[in-house]
């Protein structure tokens, strides 16, 4: 059986590409970067802004399938910051070809700050005029 150590999650963060050959682009790319890296690819996931829990599914899904590696295209598919992926996993970007270790002995805090969901673009909700429910 498999262990953790020799799989790999990749993740796209759709709206980055324009078009759906820079899609299948990015994700040859990530294979090629697993396969220089002796990975076997368990899982494609690719999200758009629509999901607003992005690292959280992220997250469970490398749980589910008990891996400790993610590849993407670039740390714009992450945010630009590695921090809230390596809360969890190690991260290996393909351009630049990076590696960005996974950081242990965090604190509980550090770790739900990771999965936090990511903020709504719009809001229904509205502040209260003055005086009024305050």
Same mark, same amino acid.
Not at 80 to 97: H, S
């Given at each position: 059986?498999?262990? %953790?150590?020799?799989? &790999?999650?990749?993740?796209?963060? !759709?709206p980055l590409l324009?078009?759906?050959? *820079?899609?299948?682009?990015a994700?040859?790319y %990530?294979?090629q970067r &697993?396969q220089?890296?002796g990975? !076997?690819v368990a899982?494609v996931?690719?999200? *758009?802004n629509s999901?607003l829990?992005?690292i959280g599914t992220?997250y469970r899904?490398?749980r ?5 590696v993610v ?7 992450v945010g630009g910051?590695?921090?809230r992926?390596t809360a969890?996993?190690e991260l290996?970007?393909v ?10 002995r ?15 673009e719009?809001s ?5 005029r ?5």
């Amino acid at each position: 059986m498999a262990d %953790a150590e020799d799989k &790999a999650v990749i993740y796209i963060f !759709r709206p980055l590409l324009t078009t759906k050959a *820079d899609l299948d682009w990015a994700e040859f790319y %990530a294979r090629q970067r &697993a396969q220089q890296l002796g990975l !076997r690819v368990a899982s494609v996931l690719v999200q *758009d802004n629509s999901h607003l829990d992005r690292i959280g599914t992220l997250y469970r899904l490398l749980r589910e399938i008990d891996c400790a590696v993610v590849i993407t295209p670039s740390l714009a598919h992450v945010g630009g910051n590695p921090r809230r992926v390596t809360a969890f996993a190690e991260l290996q970007t393909v351009t630049p070809a990076e590696v960005h270790h996974w950081r242990t002995r965090l604190a509980a805090y550090e770790l739900a700050t990771a999965l936090a969901r990511e903020p709504e673009e719009h809001s229904e909700a509205r502040e209260p005029r003055e005086g009024v429910g305050r």
